[in-house]
C-alpha cells in the first residue's frame, strides 16, 4: 500500500467511518441497557408475592377443581360454579389464569378449552 498520496486518503476515510460506526454502536447499546434497566425495573422477577387479591383469585379457582376433580370444565363452566359474571372480560381474566394454573403443572387441559386437577 501507497502510503502516499490516494492510500494513505483511503486509509484515512476508512478511519473515519470506522470512528463513526464504532460511535454509532455504542450509542445503540447504550440505549439497549437503559431499555434493559426500565423493563427489569417493571417486569416481576417471580420473586416477589402475588397481591392478596390475585392470590386469593387462584386459590378459588383451584378449590373448585379440588371439589369436583374429575370433571373437566371450561372458563363458562368454572363461573357459573363459583357464580361469577360470565361476560367476556371476566372470562378472559379467568382463562388466563387457568393457562397460568396448567402452566404451573395445577390443572391439566384435555381438550381445547377444557381444564381439569392434575391427577
Given at each position: 500500500m501507497n502510503w502516499?498520496?490516494?492510500g494513505a486518503g483511503?486509509?484515512?476515510?476508512?478511519?473515519?467511518?470506522?470512528?463513526?460506526?464504532?460511535?454509532?454502536?455504542?450509542?445503540?447499546?447504550?440505549?439497549?441497557?437503559?431499555?434493559r434497566?426500565?423493563?427489569?425495573?417493571?417486569?416481576?422477577?417471580g420473586t416477589e408475592p402475588e397481591p392478596p387479591e390475585l392470590a386469593a383469585a387462584y386459590r378459588t379457582i383451584l378449590k373448585a377443581f379440588n371439589q369436583h376433580?374429575?370433571?373437566?370444565?371450561?372458563?363458562?363452566?368454572?363461573h357459573e360454579l363459583l357464580g361469577m359474571p360470565t361476560n367476556?372480560?371476566?372470562m378472559n381474566v379467568t382463562r388466563s389464569r387457568l393457562g397460568r394454573?396448567?402452566?404451573?403443572?395445577?390443572?391439566?387441559?384435555?381438550g381445547r378449552g377444557l381444564y381439569q386437577k392434575r391427577t
Amino acid at each position: 500500500m501507497n502510503w502516499r498520496g490516494g492510500g494513505a486518503g483511503e486509509l484515512h476515510d476508512q478511519i473515519e467511518h470506522s470512528t463513526a460506526a464504532l460511535a454509532e454502536t455504542e450509542a445503540h447499546l447504550a440505549e439497549l441497557a437503559t431499555t434493559r434497566k426500565v423493563i427489569a425495573e417493571l417486569a416481576p422477577t417471580g420473586t416477589e408475592p402475588e397481591p392478596p387479591e390475585l392470590a386469593a383469585a387462584y386459590r378459588t379457582i383451584l378449590k373448585a377443581f379440588n371439589q369436583h376433580p374429575d370433571q373437566e370444565l371450561r372458563a363458562r363452566g368454572l363461573h357459573e360454579l363459583l357464580g361469577m359474571p360470565t361476560n367476556d372480560p371476566s372470562m378472559n381474566v379467568t382463562r388466563s389464569r387457568l393457562g397460568r394454573l396448567t402452566r404451573q403443572g395445577f390443572l391439566t387441559q384435555p381438550g381445547r378449552g377444557l381444564y381439569q386437577k392434575r391427577t
